[in-house]
């Protein structure tokens, strides 16, 4: 058996990612909490997935809803307890769930107690957890570009140093060179998985080895900084030595979020022989279409062979993730798909077909398996992110782009519409609680919710559990050689895959006409194995298919 076909159990996975403020309120205050969570197990467990990635549930006063953590030990109290995760945690492994947790390391909130003991004085022993420098001539100490807008450093008026923080200003950079923040973190990764946790999503990992010298950025490189801050120089020394220190001897599943990490420098990550992580996330699939804050256009040749690069980027010895939605990117099916209440079921279908049917570890984002779609938004008061804030500041309060024009693309790209509430069925806000939401909840929750679904066999839902099932039963839809066949074709999307002599092919029509189609040489059907239910499959040898709009099946060939 190869390297390729290596069958560890975070490879075979099926991952639901749930966002905790947005999932499930439990006590009526607006803000989803793990009792909430707990409270839906079964309806995961239905569903077929094997693994909850949990995004943060840390204390933390939510500059970043949750990515500023100021007590990495602790619970954020709209959340629960301890006490209450601890019982999310054994519902869970009573049902044969695992649970994977957010890694949030690169920075800190300023609220932490290490960086409160940092800002004190410029020789506090907590000094150099973070990253302090003089200024430059009454201005920063270099050109750096904060991801949520304007300068990635903050002069603290105590000791009239700044700090260094990528994100926001309440978000400062951890100091990985200093070997005391390491065996930190390291000890508190113990601390979880010593709770029972399976591993860790890590977020923006690769940007935890600076740059040497913190030189300024050339002028191309300010517009996507993020391919400088994710090449430092020591980022595999350090995940090396996380994974040799703490992954391996509990054998931990880690995913890391890899912005900024290009084609080749991906097996650098994920290689097995090197023991850095099981897997990263490539954004180049989701960010296809995106030109930093604008909406560009993208077509299906182009995205087919960026799913092609992905694939060949693991090689032989690495792995990849599978998705097409997460807390940071609008819905699938409004982004992919066509999510006009004619097409909406079919080709939500269809990109599930497409995302369960990859060499790679497919991660499923909550409302995915409902075809929830993006939020109505009209106006900058409905937004709660603060990246779209930083972007109202810098572009459209400085007069730099009309504010129409801002918030066109917003309706297209925002994060927050991935994080409006989960929509368990018609009731006032969608059943997601009995008070008023943290953010509103989408008006289409009348049609689209999960009460609806459940007990609809034809349904969104059911198509996700029956697929998950199918991937379960075939390992070649799991392990099996990964082949555009048909890559230039402007309309149909059609691979192989090919484990032993199992042999499979995905048809996926991506738009709203019907194709006649000739099969490519060497593709031949035995028989249809699952379709999405949208027009007629194709016979055992026939090689002219009438795919009808939106059609996705899933073919075993001869």
């Known amino acids: 058996m190869t390297a390729l076909r290596e069958r560890v159990w975070w490879k075979e996975a099926v991952v639901y990612q749930v966002y905790p403020r947005s999932f499930n309120d439990s006590n009526g205050d607006g803000i989803g909490d793990l009792p909430g969570i707990t409270a839906r197990l079964d309806y995961l467990k239905a569903l077929g997935v094997d693994v909850i990635w949990l995004s943060p549930h840390f204390d933390s006063p939510n500059a970043d809803n949750g990515y500023d953590i100021r007590d990495y030990r602790k619970v954020m109290a709209e959340f629960g307890t301890m006490a209450d995760f601890d019982r999310l945690l054994a519902g869970m492994k009573e049902r044969g769930l695992r649970l994977i947790i957010d890694l949030v390391v690169n920075h800190t909130s300023d609220e932490h107690r290490w960086f409160v003991e940092s800002r004190k004085s410029r020789d506090n022993p907590f000094r150099d957890f973070y990253i302090w420098r003089d200024g430059r001539n009454g201005s920063p100490p270099n050109n750096y570009t904060s991801f949520f807008g ?182 699938t099916v409004s982004h992919f798909g066509d999510d006009d209440p004619a097409w909406r079921v079919r080709s939500a279908k269809a990109l599930a077909t497409l995302t369960l049917t990859q060499r790679a570890t497919p991660f499923l984002y909550q409302g995915d398996e409902l075809g929830m779609t993006n939020y109505p938004f009209e106006r900058i008061d409905q937004y709660d992110d603060v990246e779209v804030k930083g972007l109202w500041r810098t572009l459209v309060e400085s007069g730099k782009v009309p504010a129409a024009e801002l918030l066109a693309h917003l309706r297209q790209t925002s994060r927050d519409h991935a994080r409006t509430p989960m929509q368990w069925s018609n009731a006032a806000h969608g059943g997601f609680t009995t008070g008023t939401p943290w953010l509103a909840v989408n008006p289409d929750h009348a049609e689209i919710n999960a009460a609806s679904q459940v007990g609809d066999a034809n349904s969104i839902y059911h198509h996700h559990r029956r697929l998950i099932e199918l991937r379960r039963q075939v390992p070649a839809l799991v392990h099996g050689d990964y082949q555009d066949v048909d890559p230039e074709h402007p309309q149909v999307f059609v691979y192989t895959r090919v484990l032993d002599d199992q042999r499979y092919a995905v048809l996926i029509n991506f738009g709203r006409t019907m194709v006649d189609y000739s099969l490519p040489q060497g593709v031949r059907i035995a028989a249809s194995v699952l379709d999405n239910g949208a027009g007629v499959t194709a016979a055992a040898g026939q090689t002219r298919l009438s795919l009808a709009p939106w059609q996705a099946t899933i073919y075993r060939l001869q």
């Open 150 to 331: 304007g300068s990635a450093w903050h002069k603290d008026e105590t000791t009239g140093q700044y700090y260094l923080h990528y994100f926001a200003g309440k978000q400062p950079d951890l100091n990985w060179e200093n070997t005391r923040v390491r065996a930190e973190i390291f000890d508190l990764m113990r601390f979880w998985l010593d709770k029972g946790v399976a591993g860790f999503r890590m977020d923006v990992i690769p940007f935890i080895s600076k740059p040497a010298g913190l030189p300024d950025l050339e002028p191309a490189a300010l517009a996507h900084p993020e391919f400088i801050y994710a090449n430092g120089p020591r980022v595999h020394e350090y995940l090396q030595a996380m994974h040799r220190e703490v992954l391996a001897p509990y054998d931990a599943m880690s995913v890391g979020e890899a912005f900024g990490v290009g084609f080749d420098a991906a097996p650098l990550f994920t290689d097995i022989r090197r023991g850095e992580l099981s897997m990263i996330f490539h954004f180049d699939i989701v960010r296809l279409d995106r030109d930093n804050w604008r909406k560009t256009n993208w077509t299906l040749p182009q995205l087919k062979a960026t799913y092609t690069r992905i694939d060949r980027a693991a090689g032989e010895f690495g792995w990849n993730t599978s998705f097409l939605c997460n807390h940071d990117n609008p819905r």
